[in-house]
């Protein structure tokens, strides 16, 4: 199986993500989490790839809201660096 097309179950989804099943559901039934796949009878699992990116994705709003509030006459000009300049929102994370 490759990499992208791994299967977690609601444990792996709530230990990678840190949220509540409940919270889960609710942003799923929103429209603001990845979908379930159904997998036999009532079981159902998350694309693993799915999940990381919807991580990706609340690290880089998390970002551009902070370049707003820290500079905001330069927020565009960080929005089109980070658009151009980063493969994936982990290029863009400052380094420890």
């Given at each position: 199986m490759k990499p992208d097309m791994k299967i977690i179950r609601l444990s792996g989804v709530i230990e990678t993500t840190g949220l509540a099943r409940s919270t889960i559901y609710n942003l799923t039934s929103e429209g603001g989490f990845p979908r379930p796949v159904p997998l036999?009878?009532?079981?159902?699992?998350?694309?693993?790839?799915?999940?990381?990116?919807?991580?990706?994705?609340?690290?880089?709003?998390?970002?551009?809201?902070?370049?707003?509030?820290?500079?905001?006459?330069?927020?565009?000009?960080f929005r089109r660096y980070l658009s151009t300049s980063c493969n994936s929102v982990v290029d863009c994370l400052p380094s420890s």
């Open positions: 036999v009878g009532r079981s159902v699992g998350w694309l693993e790839s799915e999940i990381q990116d919807w991580i990706k994705g609340r690290l880089q709003r998390e970002i551009l809201t902070h370049a707003d509030n820290l500079m905001p006459a330069r927020s565009m000009t």
